[in-house]
């Protein structure tokens, strides 16, 4: 595997030193447990160790365990970044994140993209090697509530995250909830509303508000760039109707189609009930942890990680479809 690094960050691609690496010789459907978190969202996998070949009937049955809970946890996994492909397509097909074309066109290096083009290190590191608040990525800023990618035609149809450098006082935790449940609950009058109708997903900004490289913010809602979207999905795997909101920032920003001057009091309700806390489940990282989640049917927030301390992941996303309006 090519990479392309900045001289300190040479020291990220390879695996880190976890506490109790799993010692699994052999991935079997007899070692696999599922573990449900007793939230709306999220399993933990245990009995596989993701560095060592995965068999297509274990495979098979950690895509259903993905299907079922949405959002998938493997605790102490030691991986280089072969191991981490080859996990990784277990869920999907690698692709490049959406955000490396805007770097690309600034023709500004990024140490987000410091690796291969399905791998991204995601960190709160400065040009010098050092934790900082802000950088050219998410730096140690809150990441709001939105769905990967979905400024993008196309939209991942799921991510993972692992866990080379963690803060040691818990700061930065990952929230991530069920958009299936938000949807069988949403209030009548508003499903009524939203039947047929799509949102912008605004381009402009990251997940934490920041402006992408290269481009203007917008002063009105005819300028925001990015696609329509389907305020509810259905999911290709389940066949369910989910929530779909994708990504909403500083107005201007998200606006419903037809009314985009009008929307703001309507989507302040919708993500107000979408983001409830009973549907969520909040993940305390550990180094060596692999999570994948699912990108059609779940959102997924951060937390402020501390600037003093470092934090480094690896990040990939799978190859997703057009969005199946429902």
């Given at each position: 595997m090519?990479?392309?690094?900045h001289?300190f960050?040479?020291k990220y691609?390879?695996?880190?030193?976890?506490?109790?690496?799993v010692?699994l010789?052999q991935n079997?459907?007899?070692?696999?447990?599922?573990?449900p978190?007793?939230?709306a969202?999220?399993?933990e996998?245990?009995?596989?160790?993701?560095?060592?070949?995965?068999p297509?009937?274990?495979?098979?049955?950690?895509?259903?365990?993905?299907?079922?809970?949405?959002?998938?946890?493997?605790?102490?996994?030691?991986?280089?970044p072969?191991h981490?492909?080859?996990a990784?397509?277990v869920?999907?097909k690698?692709?490049a994140?959406?955000?490396?074309?805007?770097?690309e066109?600034a023709?500004?290096?990024?140490?987000?993209?410091?690796?291969?083009?399905?791998?991204s290190?995601l960190c709160?590191?400065?040009e010098?090697?050092?934790?900082?608040?802000?950088?050219d990525g998410l730096?140690?800023l809150?990441?709001?509530?939105?769905?990967?990618?979905?400024?993008?035609d196309?939209?991942?149809?799921?991510?993972?995250?692992y866990?080379?450098v963690i803060?040691?006082d818990?700061?930065g935790?990952?929230?991530?909830?069920n958009?299936?449940?938000?949807?069988e609950?949403?209030p009548?009058?508003?499903?009524?509303v939203?039947?047929?109708?799509?949102?912008?997903?605004d381009?402009?900004?990251?997940?934490?508000?920041?402006?992408r490289?290269g481009?203007?913010q917008?002063?009105?809602p005819?300028e925001?760039?990015?696609?329509?979207?389907?305020?509810?999905?259905?999911?290709p795997v389940?066949?369910?109707?989910?929530l779909?909101?994708?990504?909403?920032?500083?107005?201007?920003?998200?606006?419903?189609?037809?009314?985009?001057?009008?929307?703001e009091?309507?989507l302040?309700?919708i993500?107000?009930?979408?983001?409830?806390?009973k549907?969520?489940?909040?993940?305390?990282?550990?180094?060596g942890?692999?999570?994948?989640w699912?990108?059609?049917?779940a959102m997924?927030?951060r937390?402020?990680?501390?600037?003093?301390?470092?934090?480094?992941m690896?990040?990939?996303q799978?190859?997703?479809?057009?969005?199946?309006?429902?």
């Amino acid at each position: 595997m090519s990479m392309e690094t900045h001289d300190f960050a040479a020291k990220y691609t390879h695996a880190p030193v976890v506490p109790s690496p799993v010692e699994l010789e052999q991935n079997t459907l007899e070692t696999l447990n599922v573990v449900p978190t007793g939230k709306a969202v999220g399993a933990e996998i245990q009995g596989v160790n993701l560095s060592k070949p995965i068999p297509e009937d274990v495979a098979a049955a950690l895509r259903q365990a993905w299907a079922d809970h949405l959002v998938l946890l493997f605790r102490n996994q030691k991986l280089e970044p072969d191991h981490y492909m080859a996990a990784a397509r277990v869920f999907g097909k690698p692709q490049a994140g959406a955000n490396k074309k805007f770097y690309e066109r600034a023709k500004k290096k990024s140490l987000y993209h410091a690796m291969d083009n399905d791998i991204s290190i995601l960190c709160n590191l400065g040009e010098d090697g050092n934790p900082v608040e802000k950088n050219d990525g998410l730096g140690s800023l809150e990441v709001v509530w939105h769905s990967d990618n979905s400024y993008i035609d196309e939209p991942p149809a799921g991510s993972t995250l692992y866990s080379l450098v963690i803060p040691d006082d818990d700061s930065g935790q990952t929230s991530f909830n069920n958009q299936y449940l938000a949807y069988e609950e949403l209030p009548d009058e508003l499903k009524k509303v939203i039947e047929g109708k799509r949102s912008k997903q605004d381009a402009t900004r990251n997940s934490a508000n920041v402006l992408r490289p290269g481009v203007t913010q917008p002063t009105c809602p005819e300028e925001v760039p990015g696609p329509m979207h389907p305020m509810v999905r259905i999911h290709p795997v389940s066949q369910k109707k989910a929530l779909y909101l994708g990504r909403r920032r500083t107005w201007p920003s998200q606006y419903i189609e037809g009314i985009p001057n009008d929307s703001e009091e309507l989507l302040d309700r919708i993500w107000a009930h979408a983001t409830q806390p009973k549907y969520a489940w909040t993940h305390s990282w550990q180094v060596g942890d692999f999570l994948v989640w699912d990108n059609r049917s779940a959102m997924h927030r951060r937390e402020e990680v501390n600037p003093t301390q470092p934090r480094v992941m690896w990040r990939c996303q799978f190859a997703g479809d057009k969005v199946i309006p429902a």
